[in-house]
Every structure is written in structure tokens, then in C-alpha cells.
């Protein structure tokens, strides 16, 4: 077999050095494909942990707010309330403020002083009425009758405690 | 040298005897006469390049060319060298030029002419016109064209024929048997000494035999002495015209086709195959970078995605866990009280009497006397116990007196 001629040689090496040049820069430089990234997948664990507070829990949650709002106590309808409820021979004592964060609690003493049984209606209603009032919690109730058979019917004690929630600043806006 | 017309049909047949060079051309062939000093292979390649013809059939004879009539099998190149090297050492050799006839049958069973070409020089023109970009893609015997040339094709019939350049003559002549000779004149007075060999060449024939004139010289010849008129006078460029009797893969090729697989054919082979994987490389490359940005920008889009959600969600939480902080402070105890103190009245008979009652948001105390029945296991503290623990609003606490064993008890339990 002759030798091949100048220009073939020529266009072998050319073709070779084509070749290895690139081939070596596919090695050299391979395209970057990121199957997993870390970033991605700390967003999507993200993500999951948190799907609870979704648009409808947020939406949830305002209506439960925008509900109490709506019930919420002011100096107007709590004078209203106990002209209404509270009979006479009566009292109530303003206890100062809840321990509460985001709320305005106040909290109210009603005594009913040298009550006796014939008062017990009263009493009840009373009772009935606070634990059905809105915005409100009764936290006590404290009976307690005289000793002895002639003082079982005159109470020594009887005492309600109610926490009532005003209107104030009390959370995000609606 | 007149020049060829682009009208010529490639290849281009070319006749070379001696310091005769005449290329086939319309009107008229281009004609040349080599210097007797300097190189002739240079001077031929260079009339040859200016004939604008890219592929050259070349009608051949040189005094340097051994030739003589041989038995020979019928039978491709190959099985002609293999028979005939033992007898001609030159034809083992793979780089000798060699050339035959078309195998004849005769009475010495079959025969050619067969030329052998001592010196490579014939492989120097094709080296040198490739050179210049022209491919000598064969070379014949002379004779061998004379053979394909009616009416000497006529192979039932004698033939006799005179070819004669300007130094340069030959005689041919087929017998009625088959028997083929050929004799070569060189020099000055060639043609004179052809003649007389002629006349003698004539005289072995009993009948007429076909006479056929091939006249390549630049002046006509003298033929009164010859006792026969020829058939046919053709001239150098009716001779060549048909050349393309001949094709490149016949025995009579002295520069038969190189194979398939030359070094040359295998460097640009490899040379494709290379450049090829290269580009392929390349676009494999390419794609596979635009699929790597495609997946890249995927997941930045997936990513700003995710973050805006995350952002939005994280508001959410914030705002769940400050509305919640609210509504967690809105307590309010389980509204039981009022239907504490009244279960504890219907529950309480005449015997048992309550002294106090305390009820907080989680947890409840009673504070009473039983005026009958302590100590007893069935009586009416039990049946008030009874009574008054069922409900689903409160809870008695485990561990309750139900056996009363003093007059007052106490009992507390839980608010859920």
C-alpha cells in the first residue's frame, strides 16, 4: 500500500485534533444537570410542613375572630347588659383587668348579699344569664349556706365571678 | 498545441508513442511532439494539464516496454500474474507495470501480447499528473485499441495493420489461425523499416487479409509499395475515438484501479469518521447544554415558586398564630354551672344537706352532711352519690367517699 498523501494526512490529523478537542470538552466541561438540589428540596419540605396554614385555615381562623369581634363587650352594651340582668340588692365589683395579652378582659364580682332561699330564682337566673352572655366566661361560682338547720336556708355566701372580653386592641387586623 | 474544447467527454484518451503525444479533441486533437532532451514524463504532464481534462485514458507504447506473444490463461489480472510470473520473474513483483491483450484461443491453445514495463515510469506520470490534480485513471497497449477497432475487431478474419507517428512505427498482424505478432520501429527511418516488414508481413498471407492504417504522423506515408490497399485509413483522433472500447478494469490496463482500500481512501475514511464523531460530539454537546439550561431554568422557576409560596404560607402562619393568640385567650368555661347546682338539687334527698359549693372553670368542691346513714353501705348518701354522678358535664373524682363514715363529706371532681 502506498503512503497516503500529504493533504489526507492533513485532513486525518486536522480531523483528529477536531475530534479529541471535542471530546475533550464535553469531559472537561460537562453539562451541569442538577437532578437534586438541596435548595429545591429544603423549599419543597418547606412547603409541606407548611401546607397547614393554608388560605382556608387563614380564612377559617378570620371568621372565628371577626365572630368574636362581633360579640365583643363595650362600656355601652356591658352598662346595657347589667341594667337589664342584674336585679336589685345586687353588687357588682369591678375586679381590674384579666391577665390577657391580646384580649381586654375585665373581670366582675356579683354578690348577693344576706340573700336567702326565696332569692334562689333570681339567683339561678343570674347564673343562667352570665354563662349564656357572650363574650363572656363565668371563672366561679361560690355558694355556701349558715350553719346549722335554722341557717341552711340563708346563704353565708354567694358569689359569681365572670370574666367579660371588650372591644380593644385584640389581633390582626380584620 | 491547439487547445481541447470542452466538448471532449471526460475521460480524455490521450495517445503517447514515442515523442508523439496526441490528446483526442473536436475539431481537431491536440498534438505535441516531446523534446528529444529533458524530461519527457514532465513535458507530457504539462501538455496534459493544459488540456482542462481531469481524467486521462492513455494510449501507450515506449521502446522501454518489453512485449512479446505468450500462451496465457484465460482469466482475471490476478490469475494472469500467477501464471505467467514464473516464467516473467518482473510480474511477481506487485509495483511492476504489465499489460495484455485480450486472451485469444488459437491453435497453441490461448495466447496474448504482453507488456512489462521494467522501469516504474508510467507510475511517475500518474504520480505526477495527480500532482496536478489529474487522474490517470489507465493506460493501454496501443495495439490493444487497434484489437477493439473495426474492421481489425473482426476476430474470424486475417488481419494486417501499419500504425505509424513521425519516429515511431508499427506492424500488427493476425493470422487465419489466430496467431497474433506485433513489431516496433523506433528512430528516423522507422517507418521505412516498417514498410519493408510490411510487404514481408503480407507475403504470409494466402488470402487478402484486412488492411487497416493508423496514421499518427504529421506527414502521410508512402504505402505504393504495399501490394494491398487498406480497408481503412483512420487518422489519430478517429483512432482514439474509440477509446472508450476499452475500460479501466481490463487486463490491458498497465495501471489497473487501486483497491478500495488504499491508504489514501483509509486516512480520508478515518478522516470523515473522525470529523463526523466530532460534530456529532459537538451537537450531543449543544443539546445536552440546552437541555441542562432548560433543566436549570425549570428549577429556578420551581424554586421562585416555591419560595412565593413559602412566603405567602409563612405570612399565613404568622397571621394563624396571632389570630389564634387571640382567640386562645377568649376562653370561656363550659357553661354547666347553672345545671351543676340543679342536678345537685334534685339528686340531694331530704337526708343530705349541702353547706357549700364552689365551682371554678376546671374543678368543683361540695361541702355536706348526711343526716342518716353514716356508716351504712345502701342509704341516702349512696343513693345522692348515685344519682348525682351521672352526667356528661362533670366528673367525680376516683377515690370519692362512698361509704360515708362521719356525717359531713366532702366531694370534689372535674369540670372537662
Redesign the interface.
Known amino acids: 500500500m502506498n503512503a497516503p498523501k500529504k493533504a489526507s494526512v492533513v485532513a486525518l490529523v486536522f480531523s483528529g485534533v477536531f475530534c479529541a478537542g471535542a471530546l475533550g470538552v464535553r469531559v472537561a466541561f460537562p453539562p451541569l444537570r442538577v437532578a437534586g438540589s438541596p435548595e429545591l428540596a429544603g423549599l419543597r419540605a418547606e412547603q409541606v410542613q407548611l401546607g397547614v396554614f393554608s388560605d382556608g385555615a387563614v380564612r377559617a381562623a378570620d371568621a372565628k375572630l371577626a365572630s368574636l369581634r362581633r360579640v365583643l363587650w363595650t362600656d355601652a352594651s356591658f352598662a346595657s347588659w347589667r341594667e337589664t340582668n342584674i336585679p336589685a340588692g345586687w353588687s357588682v365589683q369591678n375586679l381590674g383587668a384579666a391577665d390577657l395579652q391580646h384580649l381586654h378582659g375585665r373581670r366582675y364580682a356579683f354578690l348577693r348579699p344576706d340573700s336567702t332561699d326565696r332569692e334562689w330564682p333570681e339567683i339561678a337566673t343570674l347564673l343562667g344569664d352570665l354563662e349564656r352572655a357572650p363574650a363572656a366566661s363565668v371563672t366561679s361560682a361560690a355558694i355556701a349556706v349558715q350553719p346549722g338547720y335554722a341557717g341552711s336556708r340563708h346563704f353565708s355566701q354567694c358569689l359569681f365571678i365572670a370574666v367579660f372580653y371588650f372591644v380593644g386592641d385584640d389581633g390582626p387586623a380584620p | 498545441m491547439s487547445k481541447i474544447s470542452e466538448a471532449v467527454p471526460d475521460p480524455l484518451p490521450i495517445l503517447w508513442w514515442n515523442n508523439t503525444v496526441i490528446a483526442a479533441g473536436s475539431p481537431e486533437p491536440a498534438t505535441m511532439t516531446l523534446a528529444q532532451d529533458g524530461d519527457s514524463v514532465l513535458a507530457f504532464c504539462a501538455f496534459v494539464e493544459g488540456l482542462s481534462s481531469k481524467r486521462v485514458h492513455l494510449f501507450y507504447y515506449s521502446p522501454d516496454l518489453e512485449h512479446l506473444t505468450t500462451t496465457c490463461p484465460k482469466g482475471s489480472r490476478q490469475t494472469i500474474r500467477k501464471a505467467l510470473s514464473p516464467r516473467f520473474s518482473a510480474l511477481a513483483d506487485p509495483t511492476t507495470a504489465w499489460a495484455a491483450h485480450r486472451v485469444r484461443t488459437n491453435a497453441a491453445g490461448t495466447t496474448t501480447l504482453l507488456y512489462i514495463e521494467p522501469a516504474a515510469r508510467l507510475a511517475r506520470v500518474r504520480a505526477a499528473l495527480?500532482d496536478r490534480g489529474i487522474v490517470l485513471e489507465a493506460v493501454f497497449p496501443l495495439l490493444a485499441l487497434l484489437e477493439e477497432v473495426p474492421p481489425a475487431s473482426q476476430l474470424d478474419k486475417p488481419v494486417i495493420a501499419f500504425l505509424h507517428a513521425d519516429e515511431a512505427a508499427a506492424v500488427y498482424w493476425r493470422t487465419p489461425e489466430g496467431d497474433r505478432h506485433a513489431l516496433f520501429f523506433d528512430g528516423p527511418t522507422a517507418r521505412e523499416r516498417a514498410v519493408r516488414e510490411l510487404v514481408t508481413a503480407f507475403s504470409i498471407f494466402r488470402a487478402a487479409p484486412i488492411f487497416t492504417v493508423v496514421s499518427a504522423g504529421s506527414a502521410p506515408i508512402d504505402l505504393e509499395a504495399i501490394p494491398q490497399k487498406p480497408a481503412k485509413i483512420f487518422s489519430a483522433g478517429e483512432f482514439l475515438a474509440h477509446a472508450g472500447a476499452l475500460q479501466a478494469r481490463e487486463v490491458s490496463n498497465f495501471l489497473p484501479p487501486e483497491s478500495l482500500?488504499?491508504?489514501?481512501r483509509?486516512?480520508?475514511a478515518?478522516?470523515?469518521?473522525?470529523?463526523f464523531?466530532?460534530?456529532a460530539?459537538?451537537g450531543t454537546?449543544i443539546a445536552?447544554?440546552h437541555?441542562?439550561e432548560a433543566?436549570?431554568a425549570f428549577?429556578r422557576t420551581?424554586?421562585a415558586t416555591?419560595?412565593s409560596?413559602?412566603a405567602?404560607?409563612?405570612a399565613?402562619?404568622a397571621?394563624?398564630n396571632?389570630?389564634?393568640?387571640?382567640?386562645d385567650?377568649?376562653?370561656?368555661?363550659t357553661?354547666v354551672?347553672?345545671r351543676f347546682?340543679?342536678a345537685l338539687n334534685r339528686a340531694r334527698p331530704a337526708q343530705i344537706?349541702?353547706?357549700?359549693?364552689?365551682?371554678?372553670?376546671a374543678t368543683w368542691t361540695i361541702a355536706g352532711t348526711a343526716h342518716e346513714g353514716v356508716g351504712l353501705e345502701k342509704g341516702p348518701y349512696q343513693s345522692f352519690f348515685a344519682n348525682f354522678s351521672k352526667s356528661d358535664g362533670w366528673t367525680i373524682s376516683p377515690g370519692s367517699e362512698a361509704v360515708l363514715r362521719n356525717a359531713d363529706f366532702t366531694l370534689n371532681g372535674t369540670i372537662p
Do not use: G, M, W
Open positions: 495527480d482500500f488504499t491508504s489514501d483509509l486516512c480520508h478515518a478522516a470523515l469518521v473522525l470529523f464523531t466530532a460534530t460530539a459537538i454537546y445536552a447544554l437541555t441542562a433543566n436549570l428549577q420551581e424554586a416555591l419560595e409560596d413559602a405567602r404560607l409563612r399565613n402562619k397571621r394563624l396571632a389570630t389564634e393568640a387571640v382567640l385567650e377568649a376562653v370561656v368555661a357553661p354551672k347553672l347546682i340543679e344537706s349541702i353547706r357549700s359549693v364552689v365551682l371554678n372553670e
